[in-house]
């Protein structure tokens, strides 16, 4: 069976979704951050040693990163689901974005996050940030005009992984300044799956 070591707040969230809707047994291990820094508890460092989550064990393999464990994940038991033909043209849209989720996408909200936490003024960070975030959002926004996912009309493993910065975007109260991510946000809330994530992550959070 399929451990999950499941890290409250955290991008585990959206793998929980995937193994939900993958239909896969599968074990939470749950940690709560420290309530003070925020970081993960040490106990993480046994399972991996940099002590990040998400990490999954699986058939004797530790697996850490999203964008890998999803894509490990949809190759080992998706059956052909959540990820077009390797051969197709969408195959390289599917990659791009699986990874634009952690890289581009991700950088200028953890920036955010950190300005916030840390609360002091600074001279170029906070502007560039919001610049970025802006921009990138925009981009999402005119990409998602007149689809219902990312790439084809099927969701794949990229709406797995973008789930987590359509999120940021809502918890930001961001949302009716996107239309379209907007929509997009409300379809990921029909899915009985993705719902299930959420409650599982109430639930250990």
Known sequence: M???????????????WL??????DYDIIAYQRNKETFLAPDELKQIHPLGKAPVIEDNGKVITESGAITDYLITQ????????????????DYQQWLHFAESSAMVPF?????ITKDGCK???IADYADHEIGKILSYVNQHLKGRKYFVDDNLT??????????????ESGMLSHFAEIERY???????????TANELEAKYG
Do not use: C
């Open 185 to 195: 946000f409300e379809r990921l809330n029909t899915y009985e799956s993705y719902r």
């Open 157 to 170: 493993g990229a709406d797995f992984m973008m789930s987590f910065v359509i999120e940021k975007v809502a």
């Open 122 to 124: 600074t001279n170029f």
């Open 19 to 24: 193994l939900e809707e993958l239909g896969v």
């Open 110 to 114: 953890l920036l955010k996050l950190f």
């Open 2 to 16: 399929i451990k999950l070591h499941h890290l409250n707040k955290s991008r585990s969230k959206r793998i929980i």
């Open 77 to 92: 038991y998706g059956k052909g689901k959540f990820m077009p033909n390797q051969q197709s043209e969408s195959y390289i």
